[in-house]
C-alpha cells in the first residue's frame, strides 16, 4: 500500500475515533443535563403551584420570578417542557404537574386576535396528546387550529400575525413556528383546510421574508389590496437589514418542520440553505451560540442569545436525518456544540437559582430593553426539546 493511502486510512480511522468520543461525551453530559432540567422544573413548579393561572415567563434583575397570565405569547412553553420531561422521566409526579399546568392555558384555543395559539396549544395540549393521547386533548389542539386559521387571508397567502394600528397585514418570521399545530391538527380531524394554509404560509413567506443570502426579515407588511409586499423590516433585530439570531431560527426550525409534514423538496432545500448561512456566519462564536443579532452593532462585546442557540440546535439535529451523511455529520456536530455550550456552567443555572429557569443568558427583545441575558422559558423549551431528539437519534443509530 501507498504511504499516502495509509495516511489517509490512518486519518480517517483516527477522525471516526474522535467523533465517536465526541458523541459518547456529548451523550453523557445529555443524561446529566436532562436528569437536572427534570429536577430544575420541578422546582419551578412548586414555586407556582398555588398560583392558579400564572405561568412562569423570566426573571427580574433581583432574581425573582416572573410570571405571565395564559395570554402571553409563551404560556404553552413550560407546560411543554413539563411534558417534555415526563417523556424523559417516565416520573408520574412530572406528569401530574405537566397535566396540571397545561390546563391553565386551555382557553387560548379560543385566541384569535394574534397567531401564537400555535406556540401556546402546540407546545402544551400537543405534548399532551402525543404522550397521553387523551381524547379532550385532541379537540382542544382542533379548537386552536380553526381559531388560528380565522387569522388566514387567501388573496396574501398568509396568516396575520399582529393586530397593531401601524401596519395593515404584518407577518412575522415566528409564525413558521405556528404551523405545526395546523399539520397535527389535519392528521387529528382528517380536516384538510388546515394543512393548505400551513403550506400556503411557508410558500408565500419563502416568497417575501428571505434574502437572496438565505437571511429572513423579521416583518413583511402586506397589502391587503394587492396581495404583495409593501414593507420589509426587523422589529427585534438591530436594524432592518440584520440578521436577527433567533428569527433565522425560527425560519429553520420552520422550515425543517414543514420538510417532516410535507416532503416538499422546496422547503428542505430552504433549510439547508438557512443553515449553511447560520454555521458558516463568521460572527457565530467558537461556542456556537449565536449573538442576539448577527450584525449587533459591537460584536465581540454583544449578548449572546441562548433561545436563539437551542432552537438552532433542536432544528439541526432534526435536518441532519434528512440530508446526505457528509452534511448531516456537520449539522449534527454544530448541534452537539450547542448543547455541550448550553450544558456548561456559562449558561446552565445551578440547581434552585436563576428563579428555577434551566437556562441563563437569553436575550428577548433588545430595543425595549425587555428579557434582556435573562432566562426565557422557550429557551429551555428548545434546550429539553434538543437534548431529547439527540438523545433518540443516537440510540436509534445505536439499535441498527
Ligand atoms: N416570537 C417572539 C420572539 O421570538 O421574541
Known sequence: MKISKIL???ISVLTLNSCYAKQKSTQSIVE????????????LYRSIEKMPDKLPRTMNSDGGLVTSNDKWWT????????????????????KSAAREITQRVKKQQYTTDNHDVGFMINCSFGN????????????????????????????????KSWDKKEWEYPVIIDNMMNLELLCEATRLSGDSSFYKIAVSHA?????????????????????TITGGAKAKFNHQGAFDESTWARGQGWGLYGYTMMYRETGKKEYLNHAIKIANLLINYPNLPEDKIPYWDFNAPNIPNELKDASAGAIMASALIELSTFVPKDLSAKYLSIAEQQIRSLSSDKYLAKKGKNAGFILKHSVGFMAKDSEVDAPLTYADYYYVEAMLRYKNLLNATDDK
Open 8 to 10: 489517509l486510512l490512518t
Open 32 to 43: 446529566k443535563s436532562l436528569k437536572f432540567s427534570t429536577e430544575q422544573s420541578m422546582i
Open 75 to 94: 404560556s404553552g412553553f413550560f407546560p411543554g417542557t413539563l411534558w417534555y420531561l415526563y417523556q424523559y422521566s417516565n416520573d408520574e409526579k412530572v
Open 128 to 159: 399532551a396528546y402525543k404522550l397521553a393521547a387523551l381524547a379532550p386533548d385532541k379537540a382542544v389542539i382542533i379548537n386552536a387550529a380553526r381559531s388560528l386559521s380565522t387569522r388566514f387571508n387567501v388573496k396574501i397567502g398568509c396568516i
Open 203 to 223: 410558500d408565500t413567506t419563502l416568497k417575501y421574508h428571505y434574502r437572496p443570502d438565505g437571511s429572513a426579515y423579521h416583518v413583511v407588511n402586506y397589502d
